[in-house]
Nanobody, 124 residues
Framework: QVQLVESGGGLVQAGGSLRLSCAGS????????VGWFRQTPGNEREFVAA????????PYVDSLKGRVTISRDNAKNTVYLQMNSLKPEDTAVYYC?????????????????WGQGTQVTVSS
C-alpha cells in the first residue's frame, strides 16, 4: 500500500514558479514510479510528467517540456514537480500517482495509487 500527499500548490502570477511535492509513505513508494497529472473541471486527467524509481526515465507531455522538471529524493520519500513560466492555462488540480511496477506511464489507468490533489491557480 502507498499513501500519497501533494503539497505546494497555490496562487501565483503568470510567469511565476511553483514547486509541487508528493510525499509518499509505505514500503512500496521508493520502488514505484511516480507520475504527475492535472485536471480541470469537466476535463479528463492529463499527464504532465513521470519518473522511475531511480530517475533514469522521465517522460514529459510535449506541451510542457522546458517548463517543468520532475525529480525525486528517495531518502525523503518525495517526488517534486518544478514548474516555471506558469501560464493561466496551467491552472488545474495537480495529482501525483504511483505505479508499483516502476512503470513511468503516461496513462491514468496504469497507476495504482493517487493523492488527493493540490490546486494550482495562475492569474493573468
Amino acid at each position: 500500500q502507498v499513501q500519497l500527499v501533494e503539497s505546494g500548490g497555490g496562487l501565483v502570477q503568470a510567469g511565476g514558479s511553483l514547486r509541487l511535492s508528493c510525499a509518499g509513505s509505505g514500503r512500496a513508494f521508493s520502488t514505484s514510479a511516480v507520475g504527475w497529472f492535472r485536471q480541470t473541471p469537466g476535463n479528463e486527467r492529463e499527464f504532465v510528467a513521470a519518473i522511475t524509481r531511480i530517475g533514469d526515465y522521465t517522460p514529459y507531455v510535449d506541451s510542457l517540456k522546458g517548463r517543468v522538471t520532475i525529480s525525486r529524493d528517495n531518502a525523503k520519500n518525495t517526488v517534486y514537480l518544478q514548474m516555471n513560466s506558469l501560464k493561466p492555462e496551467d491552472t488545474a488540480v495537480y495529482y501525483c500517482a504511483a505505479n508499483r511496477f516502476n512503470r513511468a506511464a503516461t496513462e491514468v489507468q496504469y497507476y495504482d495509487y493517487w493523492g488527493q490533489g493540490t490546486q494550482v491557480t495562475v492569474s493573468s
